[in-house]
């Protein structure tokens, strides 16, 4: 008896300062968001208890939708197309069906190393009216009033940004997938070489059932991450023009702190949270299939 409570008290003495740690900068926020998405509040004063309006006011919001349809194309991105792309160039460099493979590993992991609000204003001076894609446009189509004015569409807004989300995060998806490439023994692809597999055997009948833990694993840092999506986009174009390449976080940004609603800005905090459960969710649903089928 003495022996089993010194070890509770040791594992609360080592346990227990984390705990309140986490209790302190994670679950505390998000109950007290929680509790003020359902008020009125400006950041002054007791907050107004209004149920359930803001999140009706949130729903019924133009500028909210175009958010959720902007941050439902990054995951889409992100999942199927940064996850598979990252894993295809890690099994190239893997397989060194490239000669310079390690150049090639350092050069496609090089964007992620530079500040977010550096690429942002690079791929904007590209992406601008007066940027290179226009005077590169006016010497291919001779036409020198010609003017890349993508971003004042409001369908097509959204995909230059994609294509930089996709260029930029890519590379930390091979390195994920080429550290644990390298975990799988060489033996069992020698094996699988002299049993006569082709290169896509390999690849689909060892490597992929070996990875499906990790490409789950990726797919849910993908989905929290796009859900998050703030500092890129607000860098290259504060959610403009007319709002078109807003996402939730700068939406949220806006109502929090430019109107000072903090009510209405906990709520679409928390809608951002709900999102991010519901979608790894379903994918940890899918995940569990795929287990029982490999398994």
């Known amino acids: 008896m003495n022996s089993l409570a010194e070890k509770r008290r040791a594992y609360a003495v080592l346990v227990g300062p984390a705990v309140l740690v986490y209790a302190a900068v994670i679950l505390f926020p998000i109950l007290f968001s929680f509790t003020l998405g359902f008020t009125r509040w400006s950041g002054f004063g007791t907050p107004e208890w209004i149920g359930l309006q803001n999140y009706t006011r949130m729903l019924s919001d133009p500028a909210f939708r175009i958010g959720l349809r902007n941050n439902m194309l990054i995951v889409v991105v992100s999942v199927f197309g940064q996850i598979p792309f990252g894993f295809l160039l890690a099994y190239i460099i893997y397989r060194k069906m490239v000669g310079g493979h390690g150049f090639f590993e350092t050069v496609i992991f090089l964007p992620i190393t530079v500040s977010a609000i550096v690429v942002a204003k690079l791929w904007n001076q590209i992406f601008s009216p007066a940027g290179v894609i226009t005077q590169l446009m006016r010497l291919v189509l001779d036409e020198p009033r010609y003017v890349f004015a993508v971003f004042e569409n409001r369908d097509m807004a959204i995909y230059p940004i994609l294509a930089v989300i996709f260029w930029y995060y890519t ?70 023009p007319a709002r078109y390449t807003e996402v939730i976080a700068i939406y949220m940004y806006f109502n929090t702190f430019r109107y000072y609603n903090y009510g209405y800005g906990s709520a679409v905090s928390m809608m951002i949270v709900f999102l991010s459960l519901g979608l790894i969710t379903m994918l940890m649903g899918v995940s569990r299939r795929f287990e029982r089928r490999y398994s």
Do not use: C, W
Not at 173 to 190: C, G, Q, R, T
């Open 171 to 240: 590379g930390i998806y091979m390195v994920i997938f080429l550290a644990n490439l390298h975990k799988i023994s060489p033996d069992v692809i020698e094996a699988s070489i002299m049993d006569g597999a082709k290169e896509h055997q390999i690849l689909f009948r060892v490597i992929l059932p070996q990875m499906t833990n990790i490409v789950f694993t990726t797919a849910v840092f993908a989905i929290a991450g796009s859900l998050r999506s703030f500092d890129l986009i607000f860098a290259m174009t504060g959610g403009g």
